[in-house]
Nanobody, 123 residues
């Protein structure tokens, strides 16, 4: 069993900052790519940022220069630092992790999602 626990969402004024965290726990053999997605009301879920096991990053054009993704491999945790937030950043943010986990003594690749955390940018 694997669990992704997210934290750090909330209400912030335009121009403000938030930091999201996502910690993975369970029978983990290895953590490959991790990332953050978001889904606004009436819209499809979209990739915000991703980071590979080697530290390579990828960002949506809409957040480049404002958001920074990072990871702490020792803590199995990925972070999303969000600065200069805009009302259009309002959404539920989901953590995603590409994990290889132990299943009956066999390592198997899995795709995992967190429960989501609400980010609201409003004055």
């Amino acid at each position: 069993q694997v669990q992704l626990v997210e934290s750090g969402g909330g209400l912030v004024q335009p121009g403000g900052s938030l930091r999201l965290s996502c910690a993975a726990s369970g029978s983990i053999f290895s953590i490959n790519a991790m990332g953050w997605y978001r889904q606004a009301p009436g819209k499809e879920r979209e990739l915000v940022a991703a980071i590979t096991s080697g530290g390579s990053t990828n960002y949506a054009d809409s957040v480049k220069g404002r958001f920074t993704i990072s990871r702490d491999n020792a803590k199995n945790t990925v972070y999303l630092q969000m600065n200069s937030l805009k009302p259009e950043d309002t959404a539920v943010y989901y953590c995603n992790a590409d994990l290889t986990i132990w299943v009956a003594a066999t390592p198997l690749p899995t795709d995992n999602w967190g429960q989501g955390t609400q980010v609201t940018v409003s004055s």
